[in-house]
């Protein structure tokens, strides 16, 4: 019998990487994240029985509902999906214009994270860069790919 996804308990710290996530404490579902991104390796979740991708983390694979699912060390490249510019201070840390983009990893999922461009645009290509943090581990954030 299939579980249907909108039963799934998931705890709250299931939400895309953003400034108000990181500030939360980590706890047993994103605490190796965390430890990697000091690192400066970008994680995601595989699960080990089916290969899916999938980001943010979960306690079960979202394609077969096995709870064998394991972080992998992403390539850290992908696509620009869709973004926008911010115009308006909205956060204290960030300056306006800054763009927010969903970026496409390689592996497939998709992380809502900031790009840093001179000529921001869907479909373009990009690496994961890391914003420094006072007290708090970097923030996956994505460069553009000359
Ligand atoms: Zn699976």
């Not at 710290?13 to 000091?38: G, K, M, N």
């Not at 990893?105 to 869907?122: A, C, F, Q, V």
Request: aromatic share 8%.
């Amino acid at each position: 019998m299939a579980l249907e996804a909108s039963c799934l308990p998931l705890p709250q710290s299931c939400s895309p990487v953003t400034e108000q996530s990181a500030a939360r404490d980590s706890d047993a579902l994103t605490s190796r994240f965390w430890e990697a991104a000091v690192e400066r390796r970008l994680l995601v979740q595989q699960c080990a029985d089916c290969g899916h991708y999938q980001f943010y983390p979960r306690p079960v694979c979202l394609a077969c509902f096995s709870l064998n699912v394991r972080w992998v060390t992403a390539a850290g490249t992908g696509t620009v999906y869709s973004m926008t510019t911010v115009w308006i201070k909205v956060v204290a840390e960030l300056e306006p214009p800054y763009t927010v983009a969903i970026v496409e990893l390689d592996e497939g999922p998709r992380l809502t994270s900031n790009l840093i461009s001179h000529d921001p645009r869907i479909g373009q290509r990009v690496r994961v860069a890391w914003r420094e943090r006072e007290g708090m581990p970097p923030l996956p954030i994505f460069e553009a790919v000359q």
